[in-house]
């Protein structure tokens, strides 16, 4: 399986300031002949499910903001939130889907400080 | 805008087998173009994917859940489901259904499952 491993587990950070979350694979998850990375971020809020944030590790979903974006090749990634808002207090997630099993980062808590 | 509900028992006993459907609103199964999924949520951790299934019956699923996983789908009802069995206290989860095979761009609201005698 793909380890995926995410750094820090937890940040606080001022509203307005920058967000920064990594997300290691345990290999690399770039496929040449597609020229792709197989990795997603999710947002998940208390008492809801995930919501998709970024496929493709930097393809933004439709209807989020642009604050969110995501960057990174290979085996290393980060999801930023250029300005923090207070509705983006949630864990983040992200995904590989290089392979069979699908693997999940152990999350990252982002709070305001 | 798809919609999906998971619905199944909230407790069930260890040894048991699960089932959880999941009945999807806003699209059709059948119409093809996406596979559909089974995600959990041990309580206060991460994501574990089960696994995903087509409208056509193709699945795929962890093999750590070795063998114990049985993956349907109905397309005349719009719903698909899964079945999980021996079930032990690992097994509770909120369980989420969701489309999607690679990256899932839509989630049920989650079922919380529990396992308890």
């Known amino acids: 399986d793909i380890v995926m491993t995410q750094s820090p587990d937890s940040l606080a950070v001022s509203l307005g300031e920058r967000a920064t979350i990594n997300c290691k694979s345990s290999?690399?998850?770039?496929?040449?002949?597609?020229?792709?990375?197989?990795l997603a971020w999710y947002q998940q809020k208390p008492g809801q499910p995930p919501k998709l944030l970024i496929y493709w590790a930097s393809t933004r979903e439709s209807g989020v903001p642009d604050r969110f974006s995501g960057s990174g090749s290979g085996t290393d990634f980060t999801l930023t939130i250029s300005s923090l808002q207070a509705e983006d207090v949630a864990v983040y997630y992200c995904?590989?889907?290089?392979?069979?099993?699908?693997?999940f980062g152990q999350g990252t808590k982002v709070e305001i400080k | 805008q798809v919609h999906l509900q998971e619905s199944g028992p909230g407790l069930v006993e260890p040894s048991q087998t699960l089932s959880l459907t999941c009945s999807v609103s806003g699209g059709s199964i059948g119409s093809g173009g996406y596979y559909w999924s089974w995600i959990r949520q041990h309580p206060g951790k991460g994501l574990e994917w089960i696994g995903y299934i087509s409208y056509s019956g193709s699945s795929n699923h962890n093999p750590s859940l070795k063998g114990r996983i049985t993956l349907s789908v109905d397309t005349s009802r719009n719903q698909f489901s899964l079945k999980l069995s021996s079930l032990t206290a690992a097994d509770t989860a909120v369980y989420y259904c969701a489309r999607g095979s690679d990256w899932i761009d839509s989630w049920g609201q989650g079922t919380q499952v529990t396992v308890s005698s």
């Open positions: 290999q690399s998850i770039f496929y040449s002949s597609t020229n792709m990375n197989y």
């Open positions: 995904q590989q889907y290089y392979n069979i099993p699908r693997t």
